[in-house]
């Protein structure tokens, strides 16, 4: 079992539709939660960065994180055409392996007009 | 401010070149990263620079060379690269995260990369 799972997609939805990303992880060792979009050939985007579960709101933006589950998700609300982007998931499990991200091989995400 | 820049955006390099990708931030961050990125995959991790002193080295073969002249500069020299290297190679920075919580990297925008 690999240590994060995520969809790769692709993923197509309407413009308006709210989207659902999501990510499943085997190390309890994780503590911190990381959400990046990446345009093609362009570098990571850091979205959202959480460490407790529950939810974060930023905007459109929400994560979501449920530490008993092993399970942290992404929601788009509204989505629009310029959120087409390959969205990738991060955790660390932080102190002496804080430099350590462990990434989730992305979720292509396409918003249709 | 939450910029990282690479330089040059892209590169095209014969196996025998010698070049070198250059990355700065000035959001005041201790810890430093090159990754690797091939196509449809996440980064990979190469090198990991702390207080300017290099702190990891996934195996990477010596053809790739790391330098940190100070806090805010990164430097990855090449020499006699292979055309399997070529990729998008992306530096990344964060706060010295032990004991802060912060444990986030915000990556550059990227050098294209390719081996001829």
């Known amino acids: 079992q690999k240590e994060v799972e995520q969809d790769p997609g692709p993923l197509s939805v309407p413009e308006g539709a709210i989207v659902s990303l999501n990510c499943t992880y085997s190390n309890s060792a994780f503590q911190y939660f990381m959400w990046y979009r990446q345009y093609s050939r362009k570098g990571p985007e850091l979205l959202m960065y959480?460490?407790?579960?529950g939810n974060k709101e930023d905007g459109r933006f929400t994560a979501q994180v449920d530490k008993s589950s092993k399970y942290i998700s992404l929601f788009i609300r509204d989505s629009q055409p310029s959120d087409s982007a390959t969205y990738l998931c991060?955790?660390?499990?932080?102190?002496?392996?804080?430099?350590?991200?462990?990434f989730g091989k992305g979720t292509k995400l396409s918003v249709i007009p | 401010d939450t910029e990282v820049t690479q330089t040059p955006k892209h590169l095209v390099m014969g196996m025998t070149n010698k070049k070198s990708l250059k990355c700065e931030q000035h959001m005041g961050h201790r810890a430093m990263y090159w990754y690797k990125q091939k196509a449809k995959k996440p980064p990979e991790l190469m090198f990991v620079y702390s207080y300017e002193k290099l702190s990891i080295n996934e195996s990477v073969p010596s053809r790739f060379s790391p330098e940190c002249p100070n806090s805010s500069l990164l430097n990855l020299h090449l020499h006699a690269l292979q055309p399997e290297d070529s990729a998008l190679y992306l530096c990344?920075?964060?706060?010295?995260?032990?004991?802060?919580?912060?444990?986030?990297?915000?990556f550059g925008p990227g050098t294209r990369l390719t081996v001829t």
């Open positions: 990344a920075s964060s706060q010295e995260g032990a004991g802060t919580g912060h444990y986030e990297q915000y």
């Open positions: 991060a955790m660390s499990a932080g102190g002496a392996g804080s430099y350590q991200l462990t």
């Open positions: 959480t460490y407790s579960s």
